[in-house]
């Protein structure tokens, strides 16, 4: 039998598995899992930031495309621990991440000819439900070329980050309940543009029932824009 890869969700879902056994204390256990969560998608976000530094590019410094930029940074790092500094000749952008331990000071290069070779996948829609309430429905979109269970698991992953989040953790302390409809109205639209992922879509297509990860308490709430 071949051996999974100890990625991200296997690591957190055999961390889940064993507290329990290692301490009887489910306080202890929850805490311990949501610190050890933080730093993993911490040390995550920081290799992703380096590697698109080091390979990546954005195509222009039009201010619309350095705060979408800004945007992305701000909803893994934090928005008061970002600053994002366009070049006066436009070549690119000096970045400065600030983290508990350390200072994360980089550079992004602009390369137009990414604009020109890019080409754009068109939206599709992509209804979705939670199986405890199959008659409310968000009429999100999803990306041509992104299939619909992929794009459920897309949107799983993006909650389950979001409320890990500094926005996300900031919204629980405020009285915001951990619900999906709260997450759709709050998430970064940036989070979910990046996996290929839109609120909103006009037209009707079949319905897609979500499996959520085990890890995301979710429960769906009428006051969500829904059909």
Not at 152 to 161: C, G, L, N, T, W
Not at 189 to 209: F, I, M, N, Q, V
Request: charged share 30%.
């Amino acid at each position: 039998m071949k051996t999974k890869e100890m990625n991200e969700a296997l690591f957190l879902e055999l961390l889940q598995k064993v507290l329990p056994k290692a301490t009887k204390d489910a306080h202890l256990a929850r805490a311990i899992y949501d610190e050890v969560a933080k730093e993993v998608r911490l040390v995550n976000s920081i290799a992703a930031f380096e590697k698109f530094c080091a390979k990546e590019a954005l195509p222009n410094a039009e201010p619309e495309t350095v705060a979408n930029f800004q945007s992305d940074l701000a909803a893994k790092f934090g928005e008061e621990n970002v600053t994002v500094e366009p070049d006066e000749n436009g070549a690119g952008l000096a970045v400065e991440i600030a983290l508990p331990e350390r200072t994360l000071s980089s550079r992004v290069k602009v390369d137009p000819t990414i604009a020109e070779a890019e080409v754009k996948v068109p939206m599709v829609p992509f209804p979705v439900a939670l199986p405890e309430d199959p008659e409310l429905v968000w009429l999100l979109a999803r990306r041509e070329d992104l299939g619909p269970d992929e794009a459920a698991r897309a949107v799983s992953k993006i909650e389950e980050e979001f409320w890990a989040t500094k926005k996300g953790q900031q919204l629980q302390r405020e009285g915001v309940e951990k619900t999906f409809a709260e997450f759709i109205v709050n998430v970064p639209a940036s989070a979910l543009t990046e996996s290929g992922l839109k609120r909103y879509h006009k037209d009707p297509e079949t319905l897609k029932t979500l499996r959520l990860l085990p890890s995301v308490e979710t429960s769906a709430r009428p006051e969500a824009a829904a059909v």
